[in-house]
């Protein structure tokens, strides 16, 4: 319950007048701060539920700062900034705010964007108790189960993949032989399946020697402390820390995060989550894991009570039931690229909860899959999932299309009509393309989502409706908000959960399972005895191409051969936007510096990425490291572009 409000402001006349308008709104103000070390101060004589943050405050540093305070003591936040623009969204947006107050502002949108933030605070906070008693419940049950060392270790992983992200995990104590319960690993291969990777298993994997990978794992040598560390770090970690080296390197690593857990105050107990996207682990991750500490301390001489498992790739699930319906609501999503795998587990993670989601993602990526697939795995999947395309819908009728209307409301009105709010009562209503809304309709939008009930056009008697809103755009609504095309409040209304869809050229080794997949699919709708096959060429055609319609397009591509081809092989593919983007190359000679860009990207590209260190994109052009992030810079480059 948001009660006590600090206003952090710099601006004496503006702090006052926002005193003035709580106060009469019936909230308690504890303080005016005007910089960071006043604030501070009010923090520890009075705790308040809910800050009105300025950005810039007296002093050099500034309300961004002071966030990562307010974030430590799980205190909401709302920025007040006197411009709007790309630049300043974008930055608020990392420190993960509660809401967003352009200056000047009318009281109205204030106290709207309180209960805004007061409705995203309770849902976040419902959900980590919610997720939080589900993992100690989890926790709980492993130290039961009669399962082997390795099995238990992989239980225990798995109740933090919804969670934590990773693509690879490793556990122990820092011994991978000469234990009864050596230090064991976990490759990710699927949604609910994983390659355990025991001294054997590594040595194979790694194809390293044995004597050498005794030298680098017996001892492994771990970080001391819990930390998350980006690609970047990982390039300079110690020598020491070859083992963790040697798995970045394998496994294309771009982020791990650490977590020990001291043993009866006498050993440490080390967990290490690898993912291979960079920037995966944060702060609020090691909080969370902070938060089993104690019981992590009390269940791991528990699992220590067994024997070691011999099967390389255990399938064991808490609940078969539950599992079986998480690849029944993902089975229409095609892929088992890491990028798909941390999705899955996102969805799994808020679809049980009545939260908002914002689907975000490029055209053709599959946005209202997932959304089906988050109605499918929630309570409400017995009722309605409405979807509306807010891009389709002509601007005379997409008030009467949502609200529906009455009898004789407007010209043609020959009858009563339920709109898609009232249809998905009960259910879940998904808004396609809502970037593509008029403004003056966002405003209602977010009426009914503060007030859950609608007004059908020419009713004066409200309905009460119990609607979970899954809204998706490919736009930019920073972009959009900074423009003036989208309400900032209707933002931060519907942004609870955030869930990115990646863009196929970032997952191409989803490829060959979408090829698949197709060609069946095409087969049967022309009525072929054969699934054609495809060209070593031919794929790597597919596999080249960097797709700017996504999924959609592939599919429309892969239809196309198969009408075409006469033989039972597709030798080529015809992707009539590779020769028009060939043409439009070969029309003009390039500048020295957009060769230097494509040089550079070429390179890191052959790296993985890899800027720092030995193999790393510096020591091929031989140049600094520094030089070389400074020519990204001025070039333009950053991670979306060479990351795969």
């Known amino acids: 319950m948001i009660s006590k409000i600090l206003i952090v402001e710099d601006d004496v006349i503006v702090a006052n007048h926002l005193r003035r308008v709580l106060e009469r709104a019936e909230y308690h103000v504890t303080g005016i701060a005007r910089s960071y070390q006043k604030a501070v101060e009010h923090l520890t004589k009075e705790k308040p539920t809910l800050v009105l943050l300025d950005i810039y405050l007296l002093?050099?540093?500034?309300?961004?700062?002071?966030?990562?305070v307010l974030r430590d003591q799980n205190i909401p936040f709302i920025y007040l900034s006197a411009n709007s623009n790309e630049a300043v969204l974008l930055s608020a947006k990392k420190t993960y705010p509660y809401g967003f107050l352009v200056k000047p502002f009318r009281e109205k949108d204030l106290l709207?964007?309180?209960?805004?933030?007061?409705?995203?605070?309770?849902?976040?906070?419902?959900?980590?108790?919610?997720?939080?008693?589900?993992?100690?419940?989890?926790?709980?049950?492993?130290?039961?189960?009669?399962?082997?060392?390795?099995?238990?270790?992989?239980?225990?992983?798995?109740?933090?993949?919804?969670?934590?992200?990773y693509d690879l995990a490793v556990a122990g104590f820092g011994s991978w032989a000469g234990s009864p319960n050596p230090d064991c690993g976990f490759l990710r291969v699927g949604f609910d399946e994983y390659q355990t990777l025991g001294s054997e298993e590594m040595i194979n994997?790694?194809?390293?020697?044995?004597?050498?990978?005794?030298?680098?794992?017996?001892?492994a040598v771990?970080?001391?402390?819990?930390?998350?560390?980006?690609?970047?770090?990982?390039?300079?970690?110690?020598?020491?820390?070859?083992?963790?080296?040697?798995?970045?390197?394998?496994?294309?690593?771009?982020?791990?995060?650490?977590?020990?857990?001291?043993?009866?105050?006498?050993?440490?107990?080390?967990?290490?989550?690898?993912?291979?996207?960079?920037?995966?682990?944060?702060?609020?991750?090691?909080?969370?894991?902070?938060?089993?500490?104690?019981?992590?301390?009390?269940?791991?001489?528990a699992l220590m009570k067994c024997e070691q498992a011999n099967d390389p790739v255990i399938h064991s699930r808490y609940n078969e039931e539950l599992a079986s319906s998480y690849n029944s609501a993902f089975d229409k999503i095609i892929g088992s690229s890491h990028y798909l795998l941390s999705l899955f587990d996102m969805i799994?993670?808020?679809?049980?909860?009545?939260?908002?989601?914002?689907?975000?993602?490029?055209?053709?990526?599959?946005?209202?899959?997932?959304?089906?697939?988050?109605?499918?795995?929630?309570?409400?999947?017995?009722?309605?999932?409405?979807?509306?395309?807010?891009?389709?819908?002509?601007?005379?009728l997409i008030e009467s299309e949502l609200f529906g209307h009455e009898k004789g409301a407007f010209t043609g009105a020959t009858e009563k009509r339920a709109g898609k709010f009232e249809l998905a009562n009960g259910g879940t209503l998904f808004l396609d393309e809502i970037g593509e809304m008029p403004v003056e309709l966002q405003a209602k939008i977010l009426r009914v989502l503060q007030e859950k009930e609608i007004?059908?056009?020419?009713?004066?008697?409200?309905?009460?409706?119990?609607?979970?809103?899954?809204?998706?755009?490919?736009?930019?609504?920073?972009?959009?908000?900074?423009?003036?095309?989208?309400?900032l409040d209707l933002y931060y209304r519907l942004n609870v959960f955030p869930i990115s869809i990646p863009p196929l050229r970032d997952r191409i080794e989803d490829i060959p399972l979408l090829l698949t997949h197709f060609l069946q699919k095409f087969s049967q709708s022309t009525d072929q005895t054969n699934v054609p096959k495809v060209s070593d060429r031919a794929l790597q055609q597919l596999l080249n191409y960097d797709w700017p319609g996504n999924v959609r397009e592939?599919?429309?591509?892969?239809?196309?051969?198969?009408?075409?081809?006469?033989?039972?092989?597709?030798?080529?593919f015809h992707i009539p936007a590779i020769k028009e983007k060939y043409m439009l190359q070969e029309s003009r000679l390039k500048t020295m510096e957009e060769n230097e860009r494509d040089h550079i990207l070429t390179v890191l590209k052959n790296c993985h990425g890899k800027i720092w260190g030995t193999g790393g994109a510096a020591e091929i052009?031989?140049?600094?490291?520094?030089?070389?992030?400074?020519?990204?810079?001025?070039?333009?480059?950053?991670?979306?572009f060479y990351e795969e």
């Not at 994997?205 to 001892?219: G, Q």
């Not at 600094?624 to 979306?640: A, F």
Request: charged letters at 25%.
């Open 205 to 219: 994997v790694t194809k390293t020697s044995r004597s050498d990978f005794e030298k680098i794992a017996v001892p």
């Open 348 to 396: 799994t993670q808020v679809s049980p909860l009545t939260t908002s989601v914002l689907i975000l993602g490029e055209s053709g990526t599959g946005k209202e899959r997932f959304a089906d697939c988050i109605h499918r795995l929630s309570s409400r999947k017995d009722k309605p999932f409405v979807k509306v395309n807010c891009a389709t819908l002509p601007s005379t």
């Open 554 to 572: 592939l599919e429309n591509v892969i239809e196309r051969s198969v009408i075409l081809t006469k033989d039972d092989i597709i030798t080529a």
């Open 59 to 68: 002093g050099e540093l500034t309300g961004v700062d002071l966030s990562e």
């Open 222 to 301: 771990y970080p001391e402390k819990s930390g998350a560390f980006d690609y970047e770090e990982l390039g300079s970690l110690e020598i020491n820390y070859r083992l963790i080296k040697l798995l970045t390197n394998k496994f294309s690593i771009k982020s791990l995060l650490t977590f020990n857990v001291e043993v009866s105050g006498e050993t440490t107990f080390h967990f290490l989550f690898f993912s291979r996207r960079d920037g995966s682990y944060s702060i609020d991750h090691l909080n969370m894991l902070a938060r089993f500490r104690l019981l992590l301390a009390n269940v791991i001489p």
């Open 621 to 640: 052009l031989r140049i600094p490291p520094s030089t070389l992030k400074s020519r990204m810079k001025k070039l333009g480059i950053s991670k979306n």
């Open 112 to 165: 709207i964007a309180i209960d805004i933030a007061r409705y995203r605070f309770e849902h976040t906070l419902e959900m980590a108790l919610k997720n939080d008693s589900l993992i100690e419940t989890q926790i709980n049950r492993v130290t039961l189960d009669p399962a082997p060392w390795e099995a238990k270790l992989l239980k225990l992983f798995k109740t933090f993949q919804p969670y934590i992200p």
């Open 455 to 487: 007004d059908r056009l020419g009713s004066t008697a409200p309905i009460k409706i119990d609607v979970r809103v899954i809204a998706a755009t490919n736009r930019n609504l920073e972009r959009e908000i900074s423009e003036g095309r989208f309400r």
